[in-house]
């Protein structure tokens, strides 16, 4: 399977997992599309800087940076609030397997290994932060692009009168 | 206009908002919105981890205040979605305060999706995450036979008060057993799969990766007290994860 392939395929799967879960922590039904696309869009740039730059930290950096600029745009196309988007994108960045790792070196014995794991679950969760405040520090006018759902609807109703 | 009833509308919305998942900033935002529209000048919403503060001055009522201490912590973004909308119509002024505080009280008790849907659905987020993750196909079996298992769990222990790590501890607990016994039920070869990815797909939500950045964001806006108690809880809630993971490794591996 070629990259390009490989990261269609998992982004995909990113998207199925991210829109499954939203609805675990009950999204709004007619949003859980784009909660799912969140999910797919920071997969997607974690998987492409981790395979084809080799660079796992910045991937991350930039994945989380990207979807909460989705978030935030979905969330004034979509008139809510961006937490619901932000929150299921997030998940195929959380470092799960540090976490593992963490978990049984410890029951190994080996202290040593088990700091340096937890260290770089820190690493990953402030690089997932550092990401997140990059985006939001910029103002919410950068985000107004295009009409907003209700100014959509409202056009389609004035268009039939 | 009654600056009391403002009062507790505002703290009303501001409790559903905080213990359903919103973070502190937006919950101060919404709250001051309610506020603003008895006209008075002088409003101030103070939110924290578990702890909300509403004041309103004016001339002629004097000076209110209230607090109301939030303990219970879920995620249920159907409910933050409601009050936001809720606070921009009453501002806007397309409904009344009376009606604003009907719908505050429906949403209270607004319906979950039913609970073999959310089994359901948690147990496909974590077949999905598993090969994502690059797990082969006995993984993603394992993740979603364990995934619907948490999920039933989860969405019980959703409708109870509990201590908030419990359901963490309890979905690591339940991931580690439920993938070990599906890969000892199925005879599958333990080597050539990974057990750890069908672990980790199902403890994916659980594990506290929002409260982590929120907090990091608050301590570096400046709010010391919620960022770092959130720091705290992300950090409580990963150990106890983590714990729980560590139970049913210690028993099949070493």
Redesign the interface.
Known sequence: MSEIQYLML?ST??F?????????????RR?LFYCGLCGAIS?FFFAAFRDCLNRPFWGTVAG?AAMTFAARFFSYRR???S??Y??PG?????P??L??N???A???GDLLKMFGYALS?LKY??A??IG??LV?ILPYSVFRIGPTVSQIRARKQAAKQ | MNSDRLLKLALDAGEIMLANGAETPRVEDTMERILSIGGSMEISANAMNTLLVASIHSEQTGSHALSRAVRSRDYNFEKIAHVNSLSRALVSGKITLEQAEEEIEKIHHEPYFPLPLVALSYGVGSWAITLVFGGSNWDGAAAFFSGILIGLMFAGLARWKKPYFLSSFLGGILAGFCAMLFYRTFGVDVESNHYSLATIGCIMPLLPGVTMTNGIRDVLEGNFISGSAKMMEALLTAVSTACGMAIPLSIFHF
């Open positions: 998992s799967l990113a199925i997992s991210c829109a499954a879960y939203a609805l675990v922590f009950n999204a709004p949003e997969w989380s008139e809510c609030p937490t619901i932000h929150v997030i998940f195929p960045l959380v799960g397997m976490v593992y963490t978990v049984t410890m029951l190994d679950v969760s402030g997932i932060s997140t405040i939001l």
